[in-house]
């Protein structure tokens, strides 16, 4: 039987770090989940700005468990304009007005189709769709804030063993363990790329 599961995670950094150098170190995808202990691989796609993130974890009978999730990547620039400017179309904004009420920048991560199935439960290979948002802004001491929130949703097979329990309990064991897990794995990769701009966690 397969079922649907969801897990959470989030938190919120301060690097130690000027703005520019932190958003092109958090925006590289490669790079930051190369920390993350379940991460296999990530590679880019030949579609633009889209890449497949291969995740694999052992399960209770010591299977190694695949799961793909194609992610697309976006950007946006945070500008906070003033109440004497008047300006409701963001394409009305200059360069001038972009460099002095910007205050910070959103990364986006959605799932994004994948090119073709992926799945292959036989072979405990499941596709994942992953969803986040990391807001960075600057502050004082050339310190850069990062608020952090990601969320994946991903099939499995269940076991026989859980099939005797009621649904919705099985589902809340197995949303509650993945979001345990995943929270554990995102401040172990934030803890890693802190060591980059000699911070520490202020809060997760």
């Not at 945070?78 to 360069?95: K, R």
């Not at 026989?160 to 329990?165: G, K, S």
């Amino acid at each position: 039987m397969k079922m649907s599961a969801t897990g959470v995670s989030r938190g919120e950094w301060i690097f130690h770090g000027e703005f520019d150098r932190t958003v092109a170190y958090l925006t590289d995808q490669k790079k930051i989940l190369g920390f993350n202990p379940f991460c296999y691989k990530v590679e880019e796609t030949e579609i633009e700005n889209v890449y497949k993130w291969h995740f694999r974890v052992t399960d209770p009978q010591n299977n190694p468990f695949d799961v793909l999730f194609f992610v697309e990547q976006t950007d946006e620039l945070l500008v906070e304009l003033p109440d004497h400017i008047d300006c409701t179309d963001p394409d009305e904004l200059t360069d001038e007005m972009i460099r002095l009420y910007t205050i910070g920048r959103k990364v986006n991560w959605k799932h994004h189709p994948a090119p073709e199935n992926v799945e292959d439960p036989a072979n405990y290979l499941f596709e994942g769709k992953a969803f986040a948002e990391m807001y960075l802004h600057p502050i004082t001491g050339n310190r850069t804030k990062v608020k952090f929130d990601l969320r994946i949703d991903v099939r499995f097979l269940v076991y026989p063993a859980f099939r005797i329990l009621p649904i919705q309990v099985v589902r809340k064991m197995i949303n509650t363990g993945i979001s345990l897990i995943m929270q554990t794995a995102t401040n172990r990769m934030f803890h890693c790329i802190s060591k980059d701009f000699g911070d520490r966690v202020i809060k997760a």
